[in-house]
């Protein structure tokens, strides 16, 4: 339960690489980490990839689609004189 309190609280941002069924790697998804609750770390989904179809020749079609949510913790952000 520590570490993982610790992981919640020590990363940002997970970028989510993978491979696709025509052996591609893509961003499948980017999520925000926000806490550790009941021992689960809870994310918040921001851009998850979309599949579109496939070519002909079998290549995978889609894109990165940005979710609904809004990035929650923008402290970072703005202490580094960055804003949304």
């Known amino acids: 339960m520590a570490v993982r309190k610790q ?33 689960e770390i809870e994310v918040n989904p921001l851009f998850l990839f979309s599949e579109e179809g496939e070519t002909k020749e079998g290549k995978v079609l889609g894109e990165l689609k940005k979710t609904d949510n809004s990035l929650l913790h923008v402290q970072k952000l703005l202490r580094a004189g960055l804003s949304l």
């Not at 990363?11 to 696709?20: A, F, M």
């Open 7 to 39: 992981i919640a609280s020590a990363i940002d941002i997970v970028i989510h690489l993978g491979r696709l069924r025509d052996k591609s790697r893509r961003v499948l998804e980017i999520v925000e980490v926000l806490e550790c609750v009941d021992g």
